[in-house]
């Protein structure tokens, strides 16, 4: 399976915004959404949002609530993760993941089938 190309972050100061870019060529049969993932240094992977292919509804973790959102745009096969009032816990690895996901009692999942390749995101004082 292709793996999806990330593009975006970088080094932002606190309280200001980055988006990163994720353009995913193919989705495998099980595969019904693009989750984004984070790991900080020495800590396991965070889920931080995701959204469905089909419907286009999105999810965000409550780490990040109000200040993530995930969208896409289908014509141009790209998944957006922005980040707005970046906080220093923000600093981290993202990833975005073509994945079989699910929502159960409000609560989503997702079964990870390709990962990009991780962009960094630094926060700056």
């Known amino acids: 399976q292709v793996q999806p190309v990330q593009t975006g972050g970088g080094s932002v100061p606190a309280g200001g915004s980055v988006r990163i870019s994720c353009v995913v060529s193919?989705?495998?049969?099980?595969?019904?959404?693009v989750a984004w993932f984070r790991q900080i240094s020495g800590k396991p992977h965070e889920g931080v949002g995701g959204i469905f292919r089909d419907s286009g509804k999105s999810y965000t973790a409550d780490s990040v609530q109000g200040r993530a959102v995930v969208s896409q745009d289908t014509a141009k096969k790209t998944v957006y993760l922005q980040m707005n009032s970046l906080k220093f816990e923000d600093t981290a690895m993202y990833y975005c993941?073509?994945?079989?996901?699910?929502?159960?009692?409000?609560?989503?999942?997702?079964?990870?089938?390709?990962w990009g390749q991780g962009t960094q995101i630094t926060v700056t004082v």
């Open positions: 193919e989705y495998g049969p099980s595969d019904n959404c």
């Open positions: 993941v073509v994945a079989a996901c699910t929502v159960v009692d409000g609560q989503a999942s997702a079964k990870a089938s390709t």
